[in-house]
């Protein structure tokens, strides 16, 4: 598992093999969500990761690894690059999986920080930004995005 963490080629050759056998392989399945390839230095292997969970995440089948990407990738929305890789894989898996929005929509909402500290800012408008970005991409979420938003943040004021 570290050789292939480590190695972008590595796993897109283990990916294309495996993406059609996932249910056959419950044990690999479960590796390759857990890497964190949102935090990659490496952007190959950053852009290999993503194709990785996206063919997870688009089996019918198996719709844990659905919430988990869900669910890891909104708790990146308050990091600045994190956050940033994470808007694209959801973007990617509203037009994959048309029936997560609402899942998407969810755990936003329950994702969102709500630190009182002088490092809270930051993360606010990380996750301000992220949230919006996502939404331009994904215009039929947009409304719900910014009526959460702006509930949240009035909140905070």
């Keep these: 598992m570290k050789n292939m963490a480590n190695d972008p080629d590595s796993l897109r050759i283990i990916m294309r093999n495996f993406s059609k056998h996932s249910r056959l392989c419950p044990s690999l399945a479960k590796d390759i969500v857990s890497i964190d390839g949102l935090n990659s230095e490496s952007n190959d292997f950053w852009l290999a990761w993503k194709e990785a969970v996206l063919d997870l995440a ?77 939404g331009s991409e994904v215009p039929q979420i947009m409304e719900r995005i910014v009526d959460f938003l702006t509930k949240k943040l009035i909140q905070l004021d």
């Excluded at 669910?71 to 898996?93: M, N, P, V, W």
């Excluded at 048309?98 to 408008?125: C, D, M, V």
């Design 58 to 134: 688009s089996d019918a089948s198996d719709h844990n690894h659905l919430l988990i990407i869900i669910k890891r990738s909104l708790a990146a929305f308050a990091y600045k690059e994190q956050g940033h890789r994470a808007a694209c894989i959801l973007t990617d898996l509203a037009k994959i999986v048309p029936s997560s929005l609402e899942i998407i929509t969810k755990h936003l909402e329950t994702a969102f920080p709500y630190w009182k500290s002088p490092q809270a800012g930051p993360l606010l408008q990380s996750f301000t930004q992220n949230s919006l970005k996502l």
